[in-house]
């Protein structure tokens, strides 16, 4: 198990930037992918981006491309999600969580169930 710490959130304007941090703390979290994932009121939690620890490339939702960006730092054990051109749509509680190996992307998407590891969530509000 890897335990996971995620912060970063806050509140900005519609336009604006923010960059969240997941730091990864336990064994092995080198062989762990990271994701993040976010859960608006009433809507189902949805996956936002991947860092994939096997291929070391990144997944984005088709939403987030051009405008999110996840990076990691293995020395710092810590995965980023710089997102910037925030809308309102994005306002969310956002969550990193682990998985052990590949990102498990499918139909180019990622699942909440397929990831067993998660952080305390952080909020992001957007305003218009």
């Known amino acids: 198990d890897v335990q996971l710490q995620a912060f970063g959130g806050g509140l900005v304007q519609a336009g604006g930037s923010l960059r969240l941090s997941c730091v990864a703390s336990?064994?092995?979290?080198?062989?762990?992918?990271i994701g993040w994932f976010r859960q608006a009121p009433e809507k189902d939690r949805e996956g936002v981006a991947c860092?994939?620890?096997?291929?070391?490339?990144?997944w984005h939702r088709s939403s987030a491309k051009g405008r999110f960006t996840i990076s990691r730092d293995y020395d710092k054990k810590t995965v980023y999600l710089q997102m910037n051109n925030l809308q309102p749509e994005d306002s969310a509680v956002y969550y990193c969580?682990?998985?052990?190996?590949?990102?498990?992307?499918?139909?180019?998407?990622?699942?909440?169930?397929?990831?067993?590891?998660w952080g305390q969530g952080t909020q992001v509000t957007v305003s218009s």
């Open positions: 860092a994939d620890s096997r291929s070391k490339e990144t």
């Open positions: 336990g064994r092995n979290v080198d062989s762990y992918s």
């Open positions: 969580a682990a998985t052990i190996g590949d990102c498990s992307v499918v139909n180019d998407m990622i699942y909440v169930d397929d990831y067993d590891d």
